[in-house]
């Protein structure tokens, strides 16, 4: 079966740094990606990851070990912007097709 | 990049209507897919939009229910058929062509 799991809130304070895990267990794999989504909004493509390491991209950084079934969005410097929901996604090698997680609400305080 | 241009934004139904959304890519991408995304939840796959062919339907969502087109690589239509308010969601076309994926604005349907 397909599962990807993230948590469901997390808070942190404007300036800080937050890390967003994501598990996942599907039948294929062809790559995550990490989306924003601020509410009534569609998702923003944050990051894609394939191979195993750290993906850096501005304030943004994303890590993926294939072998553990494990990523993480790391944001740095928050900024009060930065509240949203993110989304972990997993592409299946069957049809290629994109699967979500849940998605973290993310609450950043002043 | 891929621009997705999503239509119509937002529609108020009537019971027993039908709806079609329409997407429109404004480069050639692979792959085009159809999502719902019920209030503060995630987005579930309704099906991959195959060009040329009948769309592959994810466990849950039929063709007479919500029937897909894909005339070429650039445009799709899902069709929400004979509406119920358990119908009203947000729904997202999507389409990718490689290692990133975009998004429509959503189309908001609302079935009273």
């Known amino acids: 079966g397909q599962n990807i799991d993230q948590p469901t809130e997390m808070t942190a304070t404007e300036g800080a740094i937050v890390q967003i895990n994501c598990t996942y267990q599907t039948s294929g794999f062809n790559g995550l990606f990490w989306y924003q989504q601020h509410a009534g909004e569609a998702p923003t493509f944050l990051s894609y990851n394939v191979l195993d390491g750290l993906e850096e991209k501005g304030r943004f950084s994303s890590f993926l070990s294939r072998s553990k079934g494990y990523s993480y969005l790391l944001l740095k410097e928050l900024q009060m912007k930065d509240s949203a929901s993110y989304l972990c996604a997993v592409i299946d090698t069957g049809g290629f097709k994109t699967i979500f997680g849940a998605g973290t609400r993310l609450f950043v305080k002043a | 990049s891929a621009v997705i241009s999503q239509k119509p934004s937002r529609d108020i139904c009537q019971r027993g209507t039908s709806l079609t959304i329409q997407c429109q890519v404004d480069?050639?991408?692979?792959?085009m897919f159809w999502y719902r995304q019920q209030p503060g939840q995630s987005l579930t796959l309704i099906a991959t939009a195959n060009q040329g062919s009948e769309a592959t339907y994810e466990s849950g969502f039929v063709i007479d229910k919500f029937p897909i087109s894909r005339p070429n690589l650039t445009f799709s239509t899902l069709t929400v058929s004979n509406m119920s308010p358990e119908d009203s969601s947000i729904y997202l076309c999507?389409?990718?062509?490689?290692?990133?994926?975009?998004f429509g604005q959503g189309t908001r349907l609302t079935v009273v």
């Open positions: 480069s050639q991408v692979t792959m």
């Open positions: 999507s389409a990718t062509g490689g290692t990133e994926a975009f």
